[in-house]
């Protein structure tokens, strides 16, 4: 599979000529923060003093998406640009498949040092696994299975290491060490951090909940998660700083799904983490890029996260020579100004499939104490030998689940029963209605029927990747 990769990889890319040297990528995401779990985003509670700096200095996106409503296939939509239907990562702890070219692949062929830290769960973080952190592009890798709390057991390229702290600090620190070493060899670099919080069970320190003095005790857990989360992070962004690469480094932040039920803030929006109704995917999301945006700028336009990948490809100059079906976007024009509106729709579809199961507590706990024997587990499950394997052709005109297609500003849904095959429609006009209550279904006859049509030509394509068309 290895030797498969490497042959793919440096016949699907190609670095272009530059004049300059290309700019550090820093993409950093948390693990089930919701739209409104940040102060700038008017929270009454949660402090959040280094994410309010950076969406005053840099650039704010009010309408951001995760691609799932979910962490593993929105984090592999980062990985590809891709709906993560189309390989397989239909929920979490579901991997991703070896046959996706990921942005550390594209990244590394360019010359770019590239590293992951935090939490994985798009696969193993066993060194032999086709889908570790390694096998997918990264040249530095301290990953966790799963969320990670208090003192984690953290795989160090294979190696199991017990690591003491606050696990957004420990992300922080170990990123920060890869992105000393890439400074001081004057190296380009992507680093991939991404936090283990505010997923549950929240597990702050003392410190932390101290702030929220008098509140609940679970809210005292989450909210100091996400303020040891905001401390860490602006810890990452003050780096930059100290080793003056900041104005040359792109430093980019989001959520991996919608805002968690009950403790979660939507920020009004209709349902939660889990659903493919805004309340399930937009998320927080910012970015900064001191060289080329001076001046703090709002985006409320919609963007996603599958527009990471062809986003930053432009920004490094790399270019796809064979290119699969993309479901992000270039977002530099629009971050520029030469464009007011997407280039194309965003769609979402959610099969239905229960996620699997990965515990990394359980997990690294048991792989250190294997490797202090000298051993190495060969747990199917947790090395995912055939994750590339491509199942039974599914069907190209029944598409099973909740699906929706938002083609600013309207969001159409469909919702195929999997027992009868009976599908329900329902259309909202978010910049009027953004808690998707009032379905306008009837009083658009001339649009539904464009937007159903341009939903159900997606999905038939998601249905070919997913059968591995992309792959012959």
Not at 63 to 69: L, R, T
Not at 89 to 110: D, M, Y
């Amino acid at each position: 599979m290895k030797t498969f990769l490497t042959l793919l990889c440096a016949a699907a890319f190609t670095a272009q000529a530059v004049t300059t040297a290309p700019p550090n990528i820093v993409l950093v995401m948390a693990d089930d923060q919701g739209w409104g779990d940040m102060a700038y985003n008017g929270h009454p509670k949660v402090k959040t003093p280094n994410f309010d700096a950076m969406a005053k200095a840099g650039v704010r996106f009010d309408q951001f998406h995760s691609a799932a409503p979910v962490c593993s296939p929105t984090r592999g939509s980062v990985m590809t640009g891709r709906t993560p239907n189309r390989y397989g990562t239909f929920s979490w702890g579901h991997p991703i498949r070896p046959q996706e070219i990921t942005v550390a692949e594209a990244l590394k062929s360019a010359g770019y040092r590239t590293g992951h830290f935090g939490k994985w769960h798009l696969g193993s973080v066993q060194k032999d696994s086709p889908v570790s952190p390694g096998a997918c592009g990264f040249d530095e890798w301290v990953s966790a299975p799963n969320y990670f709390d208090l003192d984690p057991i953290l795989s160090v390229k294979g190696k199991a290491t017990q690591f003491k702290g606050d696990s957004s600090d420990v992300t922080a620190e170990v990123a920060v060490n890869f992105i000393r070493q890439c400074a001081r060899d004057k190296q380009p670099f992507l680093a991939v951090v991404w936090f283990g919080s505010p997923h549950n069970p929240h597990k702050a320190l003392e410190s932390d909940k101290a702030a929220y003095e008098g509140l609940p005790k679970a809210e005292q857990n989450f909210y100091g998660e996400i303020t040891a989360m905001d401390r860490a992070f602006g810890k990452l962004r003050e780096e930059l700083r100290k080793l003056d690469i900041e104005q040359d480094t792109v430093l980019w932040y989001c959520s991996d799904n919608g805002a968690l039920p009950k403790i979660g803030s939507t920020g009004g929006r209709r349902a939660n983490k889990g659903s493919i109704y805004e309340g399930g995917l937009a998320v927080p999301a910012l970015l900064e890029w001191p060289s080329q945006f001076k001046e703090p700028k709002v985006i409320s336009i919609p963007c996603v996260t599958s527009d990471i990948l062809p986003t930053v490809l432009d920004i490094a100059d790399v270019t796809l020579e064979k290119t699969p079906p993309l479901d992000g976007v270039n977002l530099l024009p629009l971050l520029k100004g030469e464009v007011k509106k997407r280039e194309k729709p965003i769609g979402f579809w959610d099969m239905g499939v229960k996620g699997m199961g990965a515990s990394s507590e359980v997990w690294m706990r048991e792989l250190l104490a294997a490797q202090e024997r000298g051993e190495e587990p060969n747990d199917p499950q947790r090395l995912a030998p055939d994750a590339g394997k491509i199942g039974k052709p599914v069907s190209l005109t029944k598409f099973p689940g909740h699906s929706a297609w938002l083609d600013w500003p309207w969001k159409l849904h469909r919702i195929e029963d999997k027992k009868t095959g009976d599908v329900d429609w329902e259309l909202y006009d978010l910049s009027a209605d953004p808690d998707e209550s009032r379905v306008l279904f009837a009083e658009q006859p001339e649009r539904v029927p464009q937007m159903q049509e341009a939903l159900e030509n997606w999905l038939e394509s998601v249905a070919k990747s997913l059968n591995g068309e992309d792959y012959k």
